[in-house]
């Protein structure tokens, strides 16, 4: 295990935790916890939506400010990681960083969330021929689990798609969750109309996309090395311009169909090619999600 994904997602966390809300999960999501539960949690400031009869006169009266009553049902979530694996994950990114890097980081920095703000979490991915999945908890030591999980299964052979993985999900899980799944480009194309409409009736579903280097124009001295085939793509290939137009026309049909997808089932998206972006873009997603103005 290479600890140096927990001690960077930790400081990474940590620090911007210090410029914007450390509390993204707090409070009602779109399809989540819809209600109220009877287990009363504690007090926060009024915010515009919040319903008048949960505002606690008596407490409001004393501190000045407009309170709610804030109950566990509002807090407290089930969340599903789902990370895609497989050798395509040992890749590199069109922002020239390493795939499995970001994959590993973007999946800890939730589960590091999930972890502070005290929800369960759970990791569902492929592993080999058959499915890997933990039970929902929470604590430290069930993240660092979660982590080298995830970690040590990128780079390893596996004959399922995500497809299949959400498939999965959408027929076996009937509980309400945090659905966030971490993939790529080839990831995307499993991800169809019909699995987002099964997954948002209970769920609400955010995707996290790795992106992936191009064939062409990377560079007059560096040849793209296909790691499934185990080989370099051949030179005139790589520098055709005719093959670079097809190749950028496909790569943003396929971008563009995946975010209408999103926009269609109010499922969170954003795209990640490098590490300094990571949490920005992660954080900025959540936000939008919950309709936090940015």
Not at 32 to 46: H, K, N, P, T
Not at 164 to 193: C, K, P
Not at 208 to 232: M, Q
Request: proline share 0%; glycine share 8%; aromatic share 8%.
């Amino acid at each position: 295990m290479n600890y140096d994904f927990l001690t960077r997602i930790r400081t990474g966390i940590t620090l911007y935790a210090k410029k914007k809300t450390s509390n993204l999960l707090d409070g009602d999501f779109r399809s989540i916890f819809r209600g109220r539960s009877l287990d009363f949690d504690d007090l926060r400031e009024y915010s515009y939506g919040d319903n008048v009869r949960d505002i606690d006169w008596k407490a409001s009266s004393k501190t000045g400010k407009m309170l709610i009553r804030r109950y566990i049902a509002e807090r407290k979530h089930n969340i599903l990681l789902i990370g895609d694996s497989g050798h395509k994950m040992i890749a590199d990114t069109d922002g020239g960083a390493h795939k499995e890097e970001l994959a590993v980081m973007a999946l800890g920095t939730i589960a590091w969330l999930a972890n502070r703000h005290g929800d369960d979490f759970a990791l569902l991915m492929n592993r080999g021929e058959g499915l890997d999945y933990s039970f929902f908890k929470s604590g430290e030591v069930h993240f660092e689990r979660i982590v080298r999980r995830y970690e040590t299964s990128i780079g390893k052979d596996t004959k399922r798609h995500l497809g299949e993985l959400l498939t999965y999900v959408a027929e076996n899980f009937r509980r309400r969750m945090l659905v966030f799944i971490v993939t790529d480009m080839d990831g995307e194309t499993g991800i169809t109309d019909t699995l987002l409409q099964q997954l948002t009736v209970n769920s609400d579903v955010m995707i996290i996309s790795i992106s992936d280097a191009y064939l062409t124009d990377t560079g007059s001295n560096t040849l793209a090395y296909d790691i499934e085939k185990k080989n370099y793509e051949a030179e005139f290939l790589q520098h055709s311009r005719s093959l670079a137009q097809l190749e950028r026309r496909e790569r943003k049909e396929r971008h563009d169909r995946i975010v209408e997808l999103c926009k269609q089932y109010d499922v969170g998206y954003t795209m990640i090619r490098k590490e300094d972006e990571l949490i920005d873009r992660i954080v900025d997603m959540i936000e939008e999600h919950k309709g936090i103005p940015q």
